[in-house]
T-cell receptor
Framework: KAGVTQTPRYLIKTRGQQVTLSCSPI?????VSWYQQTPGQGLQFLFE???????NKGNFPGRFSGRQFSNSRSEMNVSTLELGDSALYLC???????????FGEGSWLTVV | GIQVEQSPPDLILQEGANSTLRCNFS?????LQWFHQNPWGQLINLFY???GTKQNGRLSATTVATERYSLLYISSSQTTDSGVYFC??????????FGAGTRLTVKP
């Protein structure tokens, strides 16, 4: 059974640009959540989608958005990139609430 | 919001030694998981343990939900155990709150 797949793994963007990250969950999992990891702030929850609906949202500005498709694949978008958006972005999937969540390998974003 | 505190923040061991990592949380939770973050950044599931005790090889974990803490035990540590260990709790929904982690270094 394939794990959580994130693309791209590494990317470099310039301030002001936007970026889209993709996440394919484990087959059968309908919940996809996104996290940002930085040395200063640690691991922080961005948002969670279940059956194409955003169920939870963390404390991030509106520049961070996401969506989920009918096949449960999810994308997150960051617009007007800032240097502080440089981070490891992790996607996780689970079959539902209060179940084990599984993480992908992450997408390393560098903003220059 | 819920607070998650892990201790110690750093731990250095000699190969073969045992260790205990602690996670305290400030409110009741639906879910608690322990993860090991590998050098490439991926979070590897160790245990899903909202309550009770589980064992997997040299690793075991115990969560006492009524007292709001969880412990991760590593026995006979190996150099490959090095890395950062995270405790994460889910107060509601799939909104996992992570502790700051324990950085473990196992020396040969």
């Amino acid at each position: 059974k394939a794990g959580v797949t994130q693309t791209p793994r590494y990317l470099i963007k310039t301030r002001g640009q936007q970026v889209t990250l993709s996440c394919s969950p484990i087959s059968g999992h309908r919940s996809v959540s996104w996290y940002q990891q930085t040395p200063g702030q640690g691991l922080q929850f961005l948002f969670e989608y279940f059956s194409e609906t955003q169920r939870n949202k963390g404390n991030f500005p509106g520049r961070f958005s996401g969506r989920q498709f009918s096949n449960s694949r999810s994308e997150m978008n960051v617009s007007t990139l800032e240097l502080g958006d440089s981070a490891l972005y992790l996607c996780a999937s689970s079959s539902g609430t209060a179940n084990t969540i599984y993480f992908g390998e992450g997408s390393w974003l560098t903003v220059v | 919001g819920i607070q998650v505190e892990q201790s110690p923040p750093d731990l250095i061991l000699q190969e073969g030694a045992n260790s205990t990592l602690r996670c305290n949380f400030s409110d009741s939770v639906n879910n608690l998981q322990w993860f090991h973050q590998n050098p490439w950044g991926q979070l590897i599931n160790l245990f899903y343990i909202p309550s009770g005790t589980k064992q997997n090889g040299r690793l075991s974990a115990t969560t006492v939900a009524t007292e709001r803490y969880s412990l991760l035990y590593i026995s006979s540590s190996q150099t490959t155990d090095s890395g950062v260990y995270f405790c994460a709790v889910e107060p509601n929904g799939n909104d996992m709150r992570f502790g700051a982690g324990t950085r473990l270094t196992v020396k040969p």
